[in-house]
């Protein structure tokens, strides 16, 4: 199998998984809609497992493609490399992020850091947020993260 091929395959499975990912998430919401308290727990929870489930197969993957011997796959070695970095580095920020939300007083919070760009979604377990939560994650997240707030969204569920 050629080195296209192979790089065609892993990124269409890692696809797949996410898709996967995200209709489990949203199958579990609907599922439980009747009692808020179960679906906000399930929603974090269930997010979270899915997040790192999907961030270790796609690290399982990179691994493979690191561990490929041969000169005819250096730039893909070094692309996957590159890939992991990014991908460590979001799981850090992510950790961070949610590390000083909850230390805030939120109750919990999902921070989803993109690997590819600069966006970032929170999502915080709090009916209604006013004007000051909405600042102080701003400012939280530029402050730690260096990213402009043109690219965070802030959801409350």
Do not use: H, W
């Not at 790089?7 to 439980?32: D, F, R």
């Not at 490399?81 to 799981?91: N, T």
């Not at 590819?116 to 209604?128: G, P, T």
């Not at 939280?140 to 969204?153: F, G, L, M, P």
């Amino acid at each position: 199998m050629s080195k296209g091929k192979k790089i065609a395959l892993i990124v269409s499975m890692v696809c797949v998984l996410v898709v996967a990912a995200v209709l489990n998430v949203t199958l579990l919401t609907n599922k439980n809609k009747p009692n808020d308290d179960v679906v906000q727990t399930s929603f974090f929870e269930t997010s979270r497992l899915d997040r790192q489930a999907t961030r270790d197969y796609e690290i399982a993957e990179l691994n493979q493609i690191i561990n490929m011997e041969g000169d005819e796959y250096a730039e893909a070695r070094q692309n996957a490399l590159v890939k992991k970095q990014k991908i460590v580095d979001a799981m850090e920020t992510e950790l961070l992020l949610e590390t000083l939300l909850k230390a805030q007083g939120y109750a919990d919070v999902l921070v989803t850091v993109n690997a590819n760009s600069d966006n970032v979604s929170v999502i915080v377990d709090k009916d209604e947020l006013a004007r000051e939560d909405t600042v102080r994650i701003y400012n939280i997240i530029a402050t730690q993260a260096s990213i402009s707030n043109d690219y965070v969204r802030i959801l409350s569920v």
